[in-house]
């Protein structure tokens, strides 16, 4: 739902103008954004840039360089015209990690002329970062755009660290900026000084090649940005929004992750009400038998959906296997499996059956298999092992997502694709991985840098798993698996990936998984450190969930319940890690009485965790 309060329009003729500098400022006057048309003395660029924060210098001169076909767009910038617009707006997401959404902007239009093109640059400033876009509008003799080359290089005041990793599920890495990976993904964090972060990234990535990040040697602090490919594109087109989100800390920036949202459009689904999200099984055994207990056991234990992994239509990477028929790859189960005869009995438990497609199946098959899946109950898909990164990738992705719509199905995207919030046009879009998830086995360490750079883009379908062995030999401990739930937020949440339900006991601290929501009214980051130190508040409805990771040093926090309603009692309870507890899991409840004046002070070892539940007090 939309909300728009405010919008004014101005526009300023200024032709022929080469070399002023143009002031953007966020609504609430903190962050400024200096742009200039035309490059740096020395440089052919389309136009430069600075941004500051609070009157401090987040990137010096930066630049622009476009290159059409095998021509750069530099050698003659004009400025025709500026357009402003003020618009104070809001919106509501039922799938995300705040419900009520402020969207409040100013925006700059420079219109330009470059050489003999027009190419119009815009720009919007809001209180949570700046992003900037450029458009090609129609003109005469030209109807289609061929961008062989899109740069912008960053400068900073110093050479700051930042958490780089190289793809989508590598290993993070805390170095400086003349270190980051060639190819760094996105999000970038970027440590600018103890006051203040910085993030780049893109929104409203649609039918365009990516962009990434390498290390730049052109002189001073810099890196740059780079798209992987061409892009091909018929008149009028506006790229992607490239973002700088910026925040007091890297938590700071988490709960304004709502940004990347608020740069694209609006929801393209009228009736929203049949997407639903949830907490999710996965069925392995690929058997009738085993899927029936997968089935009883999601209804026994809060969950809302099984979903049928590799392996039911046949060897997934078999280019003759067909996902329009149950056929089950012999390598994976003995069988046998009758689909429609599970469909039909979780119906009447009231839970959803999700199917696992490889996209060498869903590229052949897609438009097939939509109301195929759909006569048979299916609920939705989830993409496996998606092409990413060309302009061919990433549109047929989008465009899979909107037939999905068309047949009501819900999607989950894996393996390598990393959101710029084309889920809040097609909220059917519920999760994707692009995130090193529990299939990995990370650290709590690596786990806690996740928690602030990976999911500043959006939803992250991490595969919690909880009573497999590598739980206590690599990851962690059993208190933050828990926890996981409530910090790495995915509103169609895996748990259990590696249990069974033959496997999974009945230990007491099981309902908080049974209980925690998956989408959220509110969120606090109550402490962000990444690689140390993460607890997150999230509410829904009259109850808070909190999750806390730690790392590798033991240590103590204060745990300040100022978030709550003021004059009102809750009864919280502790999910905590205690080797004394005898239970496979060594997780120990406890109950008591808070209220928003009240601070518990948590001691916590290495690669421990907690989980609480907070509700009102009666409930």
């Known amino acids: 739902m939309e909300r728009l309060l405010l919008t004014i329009f101005a526009t300023l003729c200024i032709c022929g103008c080469t070399s002023r500098n143009i002031n953007l400022h966020s609504p609430d006057n903190k962050i400024r954004f200096e742009v200039r048309p035309g490059g740096l003395k020395g440089e052919n660029s389309v136009a430069s840039f600075t941004l500051s924060s609070e009157g401090r210098t987040l990137l010096r001169p930066s630049s622009i360089f476009i290159r059409m076909g095998g021509s750069e767009l530099n050698s003659k910038v004009n400025l025709i ?24 902007y100013n925006e700059l239009t420079l219109y330009l002329r470059c050489d003999s093109l027009n190419i119009d640059l815009v720009c919007r400033a809001y209180n949570e970062g700046v992003a900037i876009a450029y458009e090609i509008p129609e003109q005469n003799e030209i109807d ?76 001073g602090y810099s890196i740059k940005s780079r798209l992987d490919g061409p892009a091909e594109k018929t008149l009028p087109f506006r790229s992607p929004w490239r973002v700088m989100m910026t925040g007091r800390n890297p938590g700071d920036l988490l709960e304004k992750n709502y940004l990347i949202l608020n740069l694209n459009d609006s929801s393209a689904i009228q009736d929203e009400s049949w997407i639903k999200p949830g907490k999710v099984i996965r069925e392995v055994t690929l058997t009738t038998e085993g899927a029936i207990s997968a089935v009883d056991f999601a209804s026994a234990y809060g969950l809302q959906y099984v979903e049928f992994d590799a392996g039911w239509y046949g060897p997934e990477n078999d280019e003759k296997s067909d996902a329009g028929s149950v056929n089950v790859d012999p390598a994976r189960s003995k069988g046998p499996l009758d689909l429609k005869k599970v469909i039909g009995y979780a119906s009447t438990k009231n839970i959803g059956i999700l199917l696992y497609v490889n996209r060498k199946a869903l590229e052949k098959q897609i438009d097939s298999l939509l109301p195929l899946y759909d006569s048979w109950g299916v609920k939705g898909i989830k993409f496996g092992f998606v092409r990413v990164g060309s ?26 694709y990393r959101p710029t919030g084309f889920s809040r046009t097609w909220p059917n879009f519920l999760t994707q991985e692009g995130i090193r998830g529990d299939e990995e086995s990370p650290s709590n360490s690596h786990t806690l840098t996740t928690m602030f750079t990976r999911m500043l883009a959006g939803a992250g379908d991490n595969t919690v798993c909880y009573y497999n062995d590598r ?83 033991p240590q103590s926090v204060d745990l300040q319940f100022g978030f709550l309603d003021n004059g009102k009692k809750y009864i919280a309870k502790f999910y905590t890690d205690d080797p004394a507890v005898d239970t496979r899991t060594h997780v120990r409840t406890d109950s008591l009485q808070v209220d928003n004046t009240f601070t518990y002070r948590l001691s916590f070892n290495a690669n421990n965790g907690f989980a609480i539940h907070v509700k009102p007090r009666g409930n």
């Open 81 to 104: 015209r500026i357009d402003t617009r003020r618009v104070r707006s809001s919106w509501t997401n039922r799938f995300g990690e705040k419900k009520d959404v402020p969207d409040n």
């Open 144 to 219: 289609k755009a061929i961008i062989s080359q899109e740069n912008i290089i960053f400068r900073f005041p110093g050479n700051h660290m930042s958490w780089s990793a190289p793809r989508a599920q590598a290993a993070y890495r805390h170095v400086s900026l003349d270190k980051i990976d060639k190819g760094c993904e996105r999000p970038l964090l970027i440590e600018s000084d103890s006051s203040g972060v910085l993030a780049l990234t893109e929104a409203s990535l649609v039918d365009y090649p990516r962009m990434k990040f390498d290390p730049d040697s052109s002189g």
């Open 391 to 416: 302009q061919q990738a990433t549109s047929w992705l989008h465009e899979s997502v909107k037939k999905a719509a068309e047949y009501n199905m819900i999607v989950d995207v894996h393996d390598e």
């Open 471 to 553: 739980v206590e030999k690599k990851m962690g401990s059993h208190a933050s698996q828990l926890a996981k739930a409530v910090c790495i937020f995915s509103p169609l949440q895996f748990l259990y990936w590696y249990d069974r339900p033959s496997n999974i006991g009945n230990e007491p601290e099981l309902e908080f998984f049974a209980h925690v929501p998956t989408v959220w009214d509110e969120t606090k980051v109550l402490q962000a450190k990444p690689g140390e130190c993460g607890i997150i508040a999230r509410k829904k409805g009259d109850e808070w969930f909190i999750g806390g990771i730690n790392g590798e040093a």
